[in-house]
T-cell receptor, first 113, second 114 residues
Framework: DAKTTQPTSMDCAEGRAANLPCNHSTISGNEYVYWYRQIHSQGPQYIIHGLKNNETNEMASLIITEDRKSSTLILPHATLRDTAVYYC??????????????FGKGTSLLVTP | GAGVSQSPSNKVTEKGKDVELRCDPISGHTALYWYRQSLGQGLEFLIYFQGNSAPDKSGLPSDRFSAERTGGSVSTLTIQRTQQEDSAVYLC????????????FGEGSRLTVL
C-alpha cells in the first residue's frame, strides 16, 4: 500500500472548519483513501473513504485532488469532541494486497474553545 | 451487542504469567483483526482472521503470542510468559469481509505487566 504523509499536529478553533491534509503521491489506481480517528482512550473510528470522487457523509467531507496524490479531510464545524488523532490510510481492495489497515502516526487535532 | 466487545477491559498481571484476551465481533462480520498500541505509539497490526483461519501469523511479535477464532465468531489472543514490554492496549476490530475497509473497533483491553 502507498505511504501517506500527514502533519504531526494541528489546531482549530471550535465552530470553524478543520482541514486535515494528507499526501499520498505514490498512490496507485486501485487504492482507496481511508480516514479514521482515535479519540483518547478509545478504539479508532471510521470516518470516510473514497477512490477519486469527493465524498461527504454526516461526519465529514473528503476532497481528493484530480491526480489523487493528495486529499483533505474537512470537518465543517469542529467541536471540542473532534479533538483526536486523525489517520489517513491508503489501501487497495484488490485480492492479495494485504488486508491490514496500516495506521501511521496521524495528525493530532486539537480543537480549542 | 451492537458493537465489538472486548474483555477484560483492564488486566494487571505479573511477569511470567499467561493472559487471555477475548474479542466478540459484530454478528455477521467474517473478518477479525487484532492490533496493539503501546503508550503514546501508533497501532501495530498483529493478525487477522477470515472465518476461523489466520493465513498470516507473521505480525505476531513472538512465539509467546497466539490467537484463535472459533465458530467464525469469538477470538482469543493468548500471551504466554508475559513480559513488561507486552504492556499495551490490545485492540480488536471486525469487518464484513477482508475487502471491506470499514473496520469497527472495540474499546480495547489494557494489559499491564508488572
Amino acid at each position: 500500500d502507498a505511504k501517506t504523509t500527514q502533519p504531526t499536529s494541528m489546531d482549530c478553533a471550535e465552530g470553524r472548519a478543520a482541514n486535515l491534509p494528507c499526501n499520498h503521491s505514490t498512490i496507485s489506481g486501485n487504492e482507496y483513501v481511508y480516514w479514521y480517528r482515535q479519540i483518547h482512550s478509545q478504539g479508532p473510528q471510521y470516518i470516510i473513504h473514497g477512490l477519486k470522487n469527493n465524498e461527504t457523509n454526516e461526519m465529514a467531507s473528503l476532497i481528493i485532488t484530480e491526480d489523487r496524490k493528495s486529499s483533505t479531510l474537512i470537518l465543517p464545524h469542529a467541536t471540542l469532541r473532534d479533538t483526536a488523532v486523525y489517520y489517513c490510510i491508503v489501501r487497495s481492495q484488490a485480492q492479495g494486497s494485504g488486508y491490514a489497515l496500516n495506521f501511521g502516526k496521524g495528525t493530532s487535532l486539537l480543537v480549542t474553545p | 451487542g451492537a458493537g465489538v466487545s472486548q474483555s477484560p477491559s483492564n488486566k494487571v498481571t505479573e511477569k511470567g504469567k499467561d493472559v487471555e484476551l477475548r474479542c466478540d465481533p459484530i454478528s455477521g462480520h467474517t473478518a477479525l483483526y487484532w492490533y496493539r498500541q503501546s503508550l503514546g505509539q501508533g497501532l501495530e497490526f498483529l493478525i487477522y482472521f477470515q472465518g476461523n483461519s489466520a493465513p498470516d501469523k507473521s505480525g505476531l511479535p513472538s512465539d509467546r503470542f497466539s490467537a484463535e477464532r472459533t465458530g467464525g465468531s469469538v477470538s482469543t489472543l493468548t500471551i504466554q510468559r508475559t513480559q513488561q514490554e507486552d504492556s499495551a492496549v490490545y485492540l480488536c476490530a471486525s469487518s464484513l469481509g477482508l475487502f471491506a475497509g470499514e473496520l469497527f473497533f472495540g474499546e480495547g483491553s489494557r494489559l499491564t505487566v508488572l
